[in-house]
């Protein structure tokens, strides 16, 4: 259930049946693909040649999907992940697999299958800079997961909410043993009272550990929350906000079973974006990001704070079907020293990334 | 240090040189009006911005096709100043819209019929809105059976991203599936072009679109016209719409204007579908 790897074979049966699907069902199947390539030059303090870590290029993502128009109240999506595939050494890599119903409420949908994650941002990040969702990036949650989301949209465009269920640990994990013990249970409300003001909120609870379920030591009740705004105005400006916290408790032995010691992490992310086209008629847009990392009280007793400050700053120019993205991002770390106290930089890393994209209509 | 500002800057730079010199020297506002969407709406907005621009030559309006669905998401991401629409906008898309910012108006430019079509050689003169959800759902599938000959009923449907089809598929399928042999087109004239080539075809276009090559069916006893539509006799008319970003203003407000004005609805009339004033 939790494999998403699956054989050759597998996949040539599956993309037969999608185009067979061409005689079976009336309709349209939309077939796309995009694919991600990028240059990252990176560096520990500043870009003199003694301190470059990384100078490469690669094709960072590459997808390829299918959605098959079922019926007028069904449609599916079929994406398989390239590079995952090719990077893990597996066949084939699912990152989407779902049915999408529409059902008689109007507006009400439900999603059954290998799906997005319906969380803060996660599922309507559209990568104005290179850097995933801050949950994604942080790998609290995956962008997909096996599961049920019942979502809609609030009459007059006023927002959207949705309800879910997924197993919480990401179509990538492949470890059955670290594997969730029961599902993650989470929900998302967004409110749009005016235009271009949207607040938000998810919630997500996980049940998580190994060794079976009688047994709880070990085992963490994993928690997380996240508050969102976005304010868009004058066709010009973007702004972005996000709260995001973690919150584990991990039970270390049975008299404290099931609630341990809670372990607290703390995020806040602020992205600023201009976009150039109601002035230029030409997709330019400048990006500036600040992520902040807070350092959580555990490090700090320690005295090895682990809070980060990651600054970014983009070009992003779309043209057709083609994206290019140049982002600069400096992350500074803490530092607790009777010398110097606070954050300084510790890494520079430069991306340039094209990510061109095709789409088709197939129609019966 | 200075290296990181070198290559920054040095990126800056040839991101600038490889801007197309329209993008710096940007036309100014007021000048062009682009619009895209319903291939229904097509005619009108071709028809109406031909005579616009000839009174007005130094304006320049552009027009494109590609489906209510495409005129919807246009405006909504801001490329285009107009997006047409043969289909109310939905509320997914009205929450999209909002959160970027958008306040879509919606303005209504003329009414439609969708005239049910079949080849013109094909003896069935009328059909009940029943008969013809039971042809296009599989439930009736030889023209024996309403009369006419011994011949294969071929359904031709639009896709998804159609108004159109929204529409039929509201109004006369009651949101019951077509039938999985149907064949699905991506424009009306692609309907047309079957239906004339294929005995036993059966499919629906916007009146407007309707010409003597093919057949129009009755359904229930009326027949697609700009009387019936008028009337409100019958049964499957819908409006056709273009959506704006707020309130219309300068030259958008300008051919809005024009449109909707006795010489706009004059032409919307001439290509065959029915004015709203």
Redesign the interface.
């Known amino acids: 259930m939790k494999n998403f790897f699956i054989k050759k074979s597998m996949i040539y049966v599956l993309l037969g049946f999608l185009f067979a699907s061409q005689s079976i069902f009336a309709g349209e199947t939309k077939v796309a693909g995009e694919i991600w390539t990028r240059y990252t030059l990176s560096s520990v303090t500043n870009f003199s040649k003694h301190n470059i870590k990384q100078s490469s290029s690669e094709i960072a993502r590459g997808y390829l999907t299918f959605q098959p128009k079922l019926s007028d109240m069904m449609s599916g999506r079929f994406t398989i992940d390239v590079i995952s595939a090719y990077s893990s050494g597996k066949s084939a890599f699912l990152k989407y697999a779902y049915l999408t119903w529409q059902t008689p409420v109007p507006d009400l949908f439900v999603d059954i299958g290998l799906a997005k994650n319906m969380f803060g941002m996660l599922h309507t990040w559209d990568y104005t800079v290179i850097e995933k969702d801050l949950v994604d990036r942080l790998g609290y949650l995956a962008s997909a997961d096996m599961g049920v989301q019942i979502y809609g949209f609030i009459p007059m465009g006023f927002g959207n909410y949705s309800i879910g269920m997924s197993h919480g640990e990401g179509y990538k994990k492949d470890d059955t043993a670290k594997l969730s013990l029961f599902p993650a249970y989470m929900a998302d409300l967004n409110l749009i009272p005016l235009p271009g003001v949207s607040i938000g909120g998810s919630y997500l609870y996980d049940y998580v550990g190994s060794g079976g379920i009688t047994n709880k030591i070990g085992k963490t009740h994993k928690y997380l929350m996240t508050a969102y705004v976005k304010l868009s105005g004058f066709n010009f400006v973007t702004l972005y906000g996000q709260y995001l916290q973690r919150e584990q408790r991990t039970a270390t032995n049975t008299s404290v079973a099931p609630v341990g010691q809670p372990k607290m992490n703390e995020h806040y992310m602020t992205m600023l974006v201009l976009n150039f086209y109601s002035l230029l008629e030409q997709q330019l847009e400048l990006v500036g990001k600040v992520d902040y990392d807070k350092s959580t009280e555990e490090s700090l007793k320690k005295g090895k704070p682990d809070g980060k400050i990651l600054v970014t700053a983009g070009i992003n120019y779309t043209f057709d079907a083609a994206k290019i993205q140049l982002n600069y991002t400096q992350q500074m770390s803490e530092v607790l020293d009777p010398k110097k106290s606070g954050y300084f930089a510790t890494t520079h890393q430069i991306d340039l990334q094209l990510v061109w994209k095709f789409s088709s209509k197939i129609v019966d | 240090?200075k290296?990181?500002y070198r290559?920054?800057f040095t990126?800056?730079v040839f991101?600038l040189l490889f801007?197309?010199e329209?993008?710096?020297y940007?036309?100014k506002k007021g000048e062009s009006i682009t619009m895209a969407g319903s291939t229904t709406v097509l005619p009108i907005a071709q028809k109406t911005a031909e005579v616009f621009m000839n009174k007005n030559p130094d304006v320049n309006i552009s027009v494109r096709g590609g489906g209510s669905s495409v005129g919807v998401a246009a405006i909504i991401d801001?490329?285009v100043d107009i997006g047409n629409s043969s289909r109310p906008i939905?509320?997914?898309?009205?929450?999209?819209?909002?959160?970027?910012?958008?306040?879509l108006k919606e303005i209504p430019i003329a009414r439609d019929g969708i005239a049910v079509i079949v080849h013109k050689d094909n003896p069935v003169e009328n059909l009940s809105l029943e008969q013809l959800r039971d042809i296009f759902t599989g439930k009736i599938a030889n023209w024996k059976e309403l009369g006419g000959k011994n011949m294969p009923i071929v359904v031709v449907?639009r896709?998804?991203?159609s108004g159109t089809f929204e529409i039929f598929?509201e109004k006369v399928?009651k949101?019951?599936?077509?039938?999985?042999?149907?064949?699905?087109?991506?424009a009306n004239q692609a309907v047309l072009t079957t239906v004339m080539d294929t005995p036993g075809a059966i499919g629906y276009v916007g009146i407007g679109f309707v010409s003597d090559d093919i057949k129009v069916l009755s359904i229930n006893g009326i027949k697609a016209s700009k009387d019936s539509v008028i009337k409100g006799t019958y049964p499957v008319s819908r409006k056709l719409y273009m959506y704006v970003?707020g309130e219309p203003q300068g030259l958008v407000k300008r051919y809005i204007d024009f449109v909707l004005s006795e010489e706009g609805q004059s032409i919307v009339e001439e290509i065959g579908y029915v004015r709203v004033k």
């Open positions: 240090m290296n990181i290559i920054v990126l800056a991101t801007t197309p329209k993008n710096v940007a036309k801001g490329t939905q509320t997914k898309e009205l929450a999209l819209g909002r959160s970027k910012g958008r306040i449907s896709d998804t991203s598929k399928l949101n019951a599936k077509v039938k999985d042999q149907a064949i699905m087109t991506a970003n």
